[in-house]
């Protein structure tokens, strides 16, 4: 067979290969050769390798030519007694599938003529002669030819692979699709009455997808083919729309009559995805393309591109830090301490953090910070004891407004509405209120005594934690709670992700504990971090938020993958408890934490240097961070 034999088409798998005996049209999988007629195979004797590098002979190496049968390598090297000559072993139905996903994938890089050989050596056909032939059809836009041959792709339909739905309604289904391509392709080819007879004649008699039918007579009123190809957000007339319709139609036949479009690609992409799932450590955006990745090797991160190593140590406090948060942008640190200053943090291209504002006066200490959802605001809530609110403008270094309730109150913990121009704030007092930018008090909700509170997306919602071990919604438009988390031990912090799907809770004398908001379930307890009644805030981080940090007070900072219980890294250098931990938003490398010990560490991958030394350094300078702009 040569390559001008077999069919050519896009769309998916490859079309025709003939060496499969065509006109057994029964027959789906692959053909044992060497079981017809009971005729041995060649595989003890001389064998030709097409690609011309070698050929053997009873285990003797040749050169050969391509194409070109080698000589045997001596008189005696293949022997007439039939014993020892070796059958061709009988494909399973794993190397059968194995055979056709090559062959697809070297069809849909053009490589024809070797897929003709593949299928003539093997045995298989990747198709069914009906599929090629209606495929065939389909690209050359012979539609009711197309139309003819869905008839004997029917018997083929009672497949177990297939879809569960009726052959006949699977019949229809590729019918309808058929008739909608070359109603379109009329309408561009400005056949109006040919289009309108498909409309009327064709496409409504099936009494299928009536809604359909009422959109497409619409585009009998555009004006022209661009117009046309806008408003049904359609390719055109053309291999390409033609293509894309084979991949449609290849939904609703079995695999054993045809593969799917670029099948081995799909596997071989979900295999890349599921190793790196699976990567304790993987920190990168996830590339759906197979180009960046090599296939030869499994995939596996190293615990030296992981916040793992103390990058910086900030020691301009001169107490206890209490609360390290950064900026919505990354790009600004705050940190908050018992030596009632709040120090704002540049961080540098190099993400080396720089010293950029001093804010002073918060005569109780800084226990809680909250930005803004722009970053140009800053509040700052002090402790237990704490009855005042600080909101600074970051930018200015200026206080915007300083905000009391009572003397008798508690303000010790703030959380920013998304719409940046109203915050919630409360305490262990037994209300907590809604306010905006000038302190000025919106709504309040009495008898509520708050540890820590967060707003939701839908700008209407806020999560409280209580003295009750118990996290509630309050929704401040219809006056309406509710319960969502209920723990057996005081909730002492809390924060929830991105998508406001996950919450975060530490709990005294528990830990860290991970729980589905919708659901309303504990989804797991994270192990390791010593917990007891301190306030220690943990945080969600890394790439897609698939890590979660938390400080203890053995002075350590524990990483778990999110789906894992167990620590995946304990992060030693302090030297007292780790009150807050903070990761970067952006730079997905980048973790702060913040310490009884007076200092704040920001960690980082570790310096290029050789595994044994990078574990006791801190390679500030060393290390590369060119890749994380990426």
């Known amino acids: 067979?040569?390559?001008?034999?077999?069919?050519?088409?896009?769309?998916?798998?490859?079309?025709?290969?003939?060496?499969?005996?065509?006109?057994?049209?029964?027959?789906?999988?692959?053909?044992?050769?060497?079981?017809?007629?009971?005729?041995?195979?060649?595989?003890?004797?001389?064998?030709?390798?097409?690609?011309?590098?070698?050929?053997?002979?009873?285990?003797?190496?040749?050169?050969?030519?391509?194409g070109i049968p080698a000589p045997a390598?001596?008189?005696?090297?293949?022997?007439?007694?039939?014993?020892?000559?070796?059958?061709?072993?009988?494909?399973?139905q794993s190397e059968e599938d194995v055979i056709?996903?090559?062959?697809?994938?070297?069809?849909?890089?053009?490589?024809?003529?070797?897929?003709?050989?593949?299928?003539?050596?093997?045995?298989?056909?990747?198709?069914?002669?009906?599929?090629?032939?209606?495929?065939?059809?389909?690209?050359?836009?012979?539609?009711?030819?197309?139309?003819?041959?869905?008839?004997?792709?029917?018997?083929?339909?009672?497949?177990?692979?297939?879809?569960v739905?009726?052959?006949?309604?699977?019949?229809?289904?590729?019918?309808?699709?058929?008739?909608?391509?070359?109603?379109?392709?009329?309408?561009?080819?400005?056949?109006?009455?040919?289009?309108?007879?498909?409309?009327?004649?064709?496409?409504?008699?099936?009494?299928?997808?009536?809604?359909?039918?009422?959109?497409?007579?619409?585009?009998?009123?555009?004006?022209?083919?661009?117009?046309?190809?806008?408003?049904?957000?359609?390719?055109?007339?053309g291999t390409a729309s033609r293509t894309k319709l084979l991949d449609k139609l290849q939904t609703y036949l079995p695999p054993s009559v045809m593969l799917p479009p670029r099948r081995l690609q799909t596997l071989l992409?979900?295999?890349?995805?599921?190793?790196?799932?699976?990567?304790?450590?993987?920190?990168?955006?996830?590339?759906?393309?197979?180009?960046?990745?090599?296939?030869?090797?499994?995939?596996?991160?190293?615990?030296?591109?992981?916040?793992?190593?103390?990058?910086?140590?900030?020691?301009?406090?001169?107490?206890?830090?209490?609360?390290?948060?950064?900026?919505?942008?990354?790009?600004?640190?705050?940190?908050?301490?018992k030596d009632t200053t709040v120090i704002v943090w540049h961080v540098n291209t190099s993400h080396q953090l720089k010293l950029m504002k001093t804010l002073e006066g918060h005569a109780y200490g800084v226990s809680y910070l909250a930005w803004s959802p722009d970053d140009t605001y800053l509040i700052a809530c002090g402790p237990d004891d704490c009855s005042e609110l600080w909101l600074w403008n970051v930018q200015a270094g200026e206080l915007r407004t300083k905000m009391s309730q009572s003397h008798e109150d508690s303000l010790t913990s703030v959380a920013w509405n998304p719409d940046g121009k109203r915050f919630v704030t409360g305490g262990q007092r037994g209300q907590f209120y809604q306010c905006d930018l000038?302190?000025?008090?919106?709504?309040?909700?009495?008898?509520?005594?708050?540890?820590?509170?967060?707003?939701?997306?839908?700008?209407r919602t806020v999560l409280a934690s209580d003295t009750h071990q118990r996290i509630r919604g309050y929704n401040f438009e219809d006056l309406t709670d509710r319960n969502i988390v209920q723990e057996d031990h005081p909730i002492m912090s809390f924060t929830v992700?991105?998508?406001?799907?996950?919450?975060?809770?530490?709990?005294?004398?528990?830990?860290?504990?991970?729980w589905d908001l919708h659901d309303r379930v504990l989804v797991r307890k994270y192990q390791g971090v010593t917990q007891g009644f301190y306030t220690i805030h943990s945080c969600f981080g890394g790439h897609n938020e698939d890590f979660i940090a938390s400080g203890s007070e053995d002075h350590k900072v524990y990483i778990w993958h999110r789906r894992s219980e167990l620590p995946i890294a304990e992060l030693t250098g302090h030297t007292r408890t780790v009150n807050c931990v903070s990761w970067n938003p952006v730079v997905p490398g980048l973790l702060a934490s913040a310490s009884d010990d007076g200092t704040v560490r920001i960690w980082g991958p570790a310096p290029f240097l050789d595994v044994q030394d990078a574990e006791g350094l801190n390679g500030t300078e060393l290390f590369d961070w060119s890749s994380y702009f990426n």
């Not at 390598?73 to 399973?92: E, F, I, T």
């Not at 599929?131 to 008839?151: I, M, Q």
């Not at 000038?438 to 967060?454: F, H, I, P, T």
């Open 497 to 514: 992700s991105k998508n406001g799907r996950l919450a975060l809770l530490n709990v005294a004398t528990q830990g860290v504990h991970l």
């Open 438 to 459: 000038d302190g000025n008090l919106l709504d309040s909700w009495e008898g509520v005594r708050v540890q820590c509170l967060w707003c939701l997306g839908d700008t």
């Open 165 to 237: 739905v009726s052959p006949t309604v699977l019949q229809l289904r590729m019918k309808f699709l058929l008739l909608q391509q070359k109603y379109l392709e009329y309408l561009e080819d400005a056949k109006v009455l040919e289009a309108l007879q498909v409309l009327r004649a064709e496409l409504t008699p099936l009494k299928y997808n009536t809604e359909r039918i009422h959109i497409l007579s619409g585009y009998l009123m555009c004006s022209h083919a661009e117009d046309l190809r806008a408003k049904a957000d359609w390719e055109g007339k």
């Open 73 to 92: 390598a001596s008189n005696n090297a293949v022997s007439s007694d039939a014993n020892s000559v070796k059958k061709k072993k009988r494909l399973s």
């Open 269 to 337: 992409r979900q295999a890349v995805e599921l190793q790196r799932e699976r990567c304790l450590y993987h920190n990168t955006k996830l590339d759906s393309g197979l180009d960046s990745v090599s296939l030869l090797l499994d995939h596996a991160c190293s615990r030296k591109q992981f916040p793992c190593y103390t990058q910086q140590i900030l020691t301009e406090h001169c107490n206890e830090v209490w609360f390290c948060k950064f900026s919505n942008d990354g790009t600004k640190l705050a940190t908050g301490s």
């Open 100 to 163: 056709r996903l090559i062959g697809q994938h070297l069809h849909d890089l053009g490589l024809n003529q070797t897929v003709d050989l593949l299928m003539q050596e093997s045995g298989c056909r990747l198709e069914h002669s009906s599929a090629t032939k209606f495929c065939n059809h389909v690209v050359e836009g012979e539609w009711d030819k197309a139309e003819s041959d869905l008839s004997e792709l029917k018997a083929l339909m009672h497949s177990p692979s297939a879809i």
């Open 1 to 66: 067979a040569t390559a001008e034999e077999i069919p050519s088409f896009g769309g998916g798998g490859s079309r025709g290969a003939n060496g499969a005996g065509q006109g057994q049209d029964s027959e789906l999988s692959c053909l044992n050769n060497s079981a017809q007629n009971g005729e041995p195979s060649s595989a003890g004797g001389a064998h030709t390798n097409v690609n011309g590098l070698s050929t053997t002979n009873n285990g003797n190496s040749v050169s050969n030519n391509v």
